[in-house]
């Protein structure tokens, strides 16, 4: 076979499947996108009507508008794309890592150029404000296939005196509340260590995954590398049971993270699991509170707290517990909530109704549960789906609000007095995902650091992704890490069983 090479330059082709355009493209980019009525299903480089003939709406959660409809794989679909990506590997696992390094490069160029259409799209899709995705969601995913294009062809060098070799054909499941970033995470990896793909987004946030197909296309990545198919839980279990995967990476609720584990056990193929979090910030009557505020404030409703690993409980030391609360409360006044398409809004709407229910259904826990609600008295919009930013005092450690997830804008606070209560309270959860402190005294943070059971323990500061940081969990937050070179580990074959987690 020829070998294939990556394309050298960077003209975008005219775009076409089927002779119609799914979305508008880039060099047209406005604040509008068009979004097709109907999406299919990405598999082998183009997009198909699905053989399960069935469709589901996807809706704006700020309007409860009908965004359009799309594709709902069956088991049949299913196969067609691990087929797609069987097929595709061969080629993709024997081209040079310089090549396939070109082709992450030019998918996170054409990232760049349509960045605007794409925070759009997303934030339609989401409910998340303009400001978060065109700030946040969309530079990290560029530079997400920027920092793997760069490891593609130095693998040697990460794993030294062993050679490398990809799982082959990997599945991919990734939930609602960082659509296009977690494909991101998820496929970058997986291209740069010569894997092939085939990943489900959440069914309520499909469309810049599909979006992102046409970035592929665009970039001429091989047919069947990536092939995305949309649909429910139902589509999410059918292609991590599919015998011809070599590996399943999961992001999502831990519940169904342990249901996938229970079924792929003893099936041979590779695991990691990225779910859910509690994660705590721990203020100290050292700390430097104005700078905490604004830390804890956007730890807990950055994203509308829809975060797995937001900092959703607060321990602040008794000694300055008051003149914290107070401090957070004229600051939660001022948080900005409605139409997230304005780039003054500080926090969207709550992604779907289900997800709304459940929040309102534990603030409600808290209320019995003797805990003290707090919230900003700001106009909601009438339609739509919308929480306002919400805190929690006298909590207690036993309280619902104090142990499971709600996925949304609530903090619950309590306190502690001594570094040790600080750390028994802190690790005092089922999960292990994030933790922050909060401290003027550089010796306290080293001796914290050490004991947090958590995946990421961020210091002065919180909710800071880079590509080349590691980022995972421990307990029931999962297991295995995405970027750095420790997520690449993840996606590559080592002699001896190294490889994975
Ligand atoms: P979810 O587990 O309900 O769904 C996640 C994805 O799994 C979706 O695509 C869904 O369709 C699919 N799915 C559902 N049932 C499935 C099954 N039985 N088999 C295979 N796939 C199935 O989670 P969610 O509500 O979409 O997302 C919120 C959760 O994700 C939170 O718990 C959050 O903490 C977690 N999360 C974790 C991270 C992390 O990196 N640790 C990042 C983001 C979100």
């Known amino acids: 076979m020829a070998k294939k090479t990556a394309p050298e330059t960077d003209s975008a082709p005219e775009l076409s499947f089927g002779g119609k355009w799914l979305y508008a493209p880039s060099r047209e980019a406005t604040d509008h996108v068009r979004i097709a009525a109907r999406s299919e299903l990405f598999v082998g480089g183009e997009f198909h009507k699905p053989k399960s003939r069935s469709y589901f709406a996807t809706v704006n959660p700020a309007t409860e508008e009908v965004l359009g409809e799309v594709a709902a794989a069956g088991a049949k679909d299913v196969d067609a794309a691990v087929q797609a990506a069987t097929r595709a590997l061969p080629a993709w696992r024997r081209l040079s890592g310089e090549d396939r390094g070109r082709y992450l490069f030019r998918i996170a160029r054409i990232l760049q150029e349509r960045a605007r259409e794409f925070a759009v799209l997303e934030t339609l899709d989401n409910g998340k404000p303009i400001a978060e995705t065109r ?163 956007r730890g807990i409703f950055f994203n509308q707290g829809h975060v797995c690993c937001a900092g959703s409980r607060l321990l602040v030391q008794e000694s300055v517990h008051d003149l914290f609360v107070d401090k957070l409360r004229r600051r939660m006044a001022r948080i900005r909530v409605g139409d997230p398409l304005d780039k003054n809004t500080d926090m969207g709407a709550i992604h779907s109704a289900p997800q709304l229910a459940r929040i309102r259904e534990l603030c409600a826990a808290g209320e019995r549960e003797g805990a003290v609600m707090h919230q900003s008295a700001c106009a909601l919009p009438a339609k739509g789906y919308w929480h306002a930013p919400t805190m929690f005092t006298g909590v207690a450690m036993s309280q619902r609000i104090a142990r499971e997830e709600i996925f949304g804008p609530v903090l619950a606070v309590s306190t502690f007095r001594t570094p040790d209560e600080a750390v028994a309270k802190a690790n005092d959860t089922a999960y292990g995902l994030s933790c922050g402190i909060w401290t003027d005294k550089g010796a306290r943070i080293l001796w914290l650091a050490g004991r947090m059971r958590a995946g990421v323990v961020w210091n002065n500061t919180f909710n800071r992704f880079d590509p080349a940081a590691p980022f995972g969990g421990m307990r029931e937050s999962g297991f295995g890490r995405e970027g750095g070179a420790q997520g690449l580990r993840a996606y590559v074959r080592l002699p001896g069983g190294l490889a994975g987690a």
Not at 142 to 150: D, P, R, S, V, W
Request: aromatic share 8%; proline share 7%.
């Open 135 to 297: 700030d946040v969601d969309v530079p990290l995913a560029a530079q997400h296939f920027f920092y793997h294009a760069g490891w593609a062809d130095k693998l040697e060098l990460l794993f030294p005196g062993v050679r490398p070799e990809p799982y082959g054909v990997v599945g991919q499941v990734i939930p609602w509340n960082f659509p296009l970033l977690m494909a991101a995470w998820k496929i970058a990896p997986a291209l740069a260590a010569g894997n092939t793909v085939v990943l489900k987004p959440a069914e309520t946030s499909p469309l810049t995954a599909l979006l992102l197909c046409e970035v592929f296309a665009q970039a001429e990545l091989p047919a069947g590398v990536v092939n995305v198919i949309t649909g429910d839980g139902a589509a999410g279990a059918a292609l991590v049971r599919h015998p011809g995967l070599h590996k399943v990476a999961f992001t999502g609720s831990t519940e169904v993270g342990k249901e996938i584990q229970r079924a792929l056990a003893g099936s041979g193929k590779a695991l990691t699991l990225e779910l859910g979090g509690k994660a705590a910030h721990l203020v100290f009557e050292d700390a430097a509170l104005d700078q905490a505020v604004e830390g804890v404030v």
